[in-house]
């Protein structure tokens, strides 16, 4: 495949449904569509849907191509993919078929299919079908959709202050002109945006897990709590056996992509398919590191981590907090330990910080510590052209953020 063919079909916004009940199609769909297009919204259902259901699907995920599996029941199958081109003539259908079998392919494209793809499912198939649905859908179909700016926050050891600057960033970004940020408390085990903002819902992101294939605005409203003009979604106040078994951070962020204009993500850990499904679905991964060694240890496993399970490296930041010249590790040595360069530093300002919380008075973001996490905003998400230019209050809510960074 040449590289204006891989252009060609990556320029697509594709937002998929697949259909897939055979098991060892559902793997080798799913491994293949998280691989090839990490950043598009898929929605996985493992039986024929009914009409009803068809649309309720068709109607909350807006799929501008669906993936229907042959392999199984081919006449349910192909009555599907004539339901799908009925009910939406604007979505792509890929039909997917156990072998080369001429008759049902035949069948398949009677039936509403603009192409298909033969077991073992490859990449060249998915982008060979992929070009023909660019060509053939309506362009409004198949044209890229603006979505939000989404920043993960990955600690590379416990203690670094990635939630405290997770937070501060979500601000700072409010700051520079973007009216819509969410900031989502992904922990499921110890999350402490709540305690850090001191704001509480009766709702978590537990809730938007459950209620997925409802979500509308008015509920989604439901869900988060707002704290300065920002959306906060908050992780569950009591540790549960589902948390223990989350698996795809996807159904929450699919829909938030639609409805802000950045979203910051607060992971517990870079470690496990809950976190890394967030790294994945990331524009950028902030890797919050120290000058300490144990922490540039931490780092280094969790680049190699991350690596190993997909995350691109070029979008992996690092970025060293509470670093002082004069203590630890220099920014050269950090550099060459993990073979990439350092994104941003965030100063040691312990003394200010002490004296804040004494006084009771918040940090000004003229500081050390303000100026580098707002510099660390714009360097990620630029300025808004629509910046809010309304006057800032002293006492600010990000002054007091700031005043509890390094806690």
């Not at 098991?23 to 259902?45: G, N, W, Y």
């Not at 859908?137 to 198949?142: A, D, F, G, H, V």
């Not at 922490?295 to 680049?303: E, H, K, P, T, V």
């Not at 981590?305 to 930041?317: D, F, S």
């Amino acid at each position: 495949m040449s590289a204006s063919e891989q252009q060609q079909w990556s320029h697509g916004s594709w937002r998929i449904l697949s259909v897939a009940v055979e098991p060892r199609m559902q793997r080798e769909l799913s491994m293949l569509l998280r691989a090839t297009l990490p950043s598009s919204p898929i929605q996985e259902v493992s039986n024929y849907p009914e009409q009803k259901d068809l649309q309720q699907l068709l109607g909350a995920h807006q799929p501008n191509v669906c993936f229907v599996d042959l392999s199984g029941d081919t006449d349910t199958g192909l009555s599907l993919v004539n339901l799908i081109n009925r009910t939406d003539p604007g979505i792509g259908v890929v039909a997917l078929l156990q072998s080369n079998n001429p008759e049902l392919i035949l069948k398949s494209l009677r039936q509403g299919a603009s192409e298909f793809m033969l077991m073992p499912l490859s990449d060249d198939q998915l982008h060979g079908a992929l070009n023909k649905l660019i060509r053939v859908l309506p362009k409004e179909r198949t044209e890229p959709v603006v979505h939000a700016r989404t920043i993960a926050v990955l600690p590379a050891k416990g203690a670094c202050g990635a939630t405290t600057i997770a937070a501060c960033l979500a601000f700072q970004i409010r700051r520079l002109g973007h009216k819509k940020v969410l900031l989502a408390d992904m922990d499921p085990l110890a999350g402490t945006i709540p305690f850090i903002l001191k704001v509480k819902c009766a709702y978590s992101f537990m809730d938007v897990l459950h209620r997925g294939a409802d979500l509308d605005q008015d509920l989604w409203k439901a869900m988060v709590t707002s704290r300065e003009n920002i959306d906060v979604l908050l992780s569950p106040e009591s540790l549960s056996d589902a948390a223990m078994d989350l698996q795809d951070a996807r159904p929450i962020l699919e829909y938030a992509r639609s409805h802000y204009d950045a979203i910051v993500l607060d992971a517990g850990s870079p470690y496990g398919p809950w976190n890394v499904s967030q790294a994945m679905i990331a524009d950028e991964v902030l890797l919050i590191t120290t000058n300490e060694l144990s922490s540039l240890q931490g780092a280094q496993r969790a680049l190699g981590y991350l690596h190993a399970n997909g995350v691109q490296p070029e979008k992996i930041r690092t970025v060293v907090n509470r670093f002082s010249k004069g203590v630890g590790l220099s920014r050269e040595v950090i550099q060459t330990a993990l073979q990439s360069d350092i994104f941003e530093v965030i100063p040691s300002d312990f003394e200010t910080i002490q004296k804040s919380l004494l006084e009771g008075k918040p940090i000004a973001p003229s500081t050390g510590v303000g100026k580098a996490i707002g510099q660390l905003a714009e360097r990620i998400v630029g300025r808004s052209e629509s910046k809010d230019k309304s006057p800032k209050k002293s006492g600010s809510p990000l002054s007091s953020l700031l005043s509890l960074f390094g806690r």
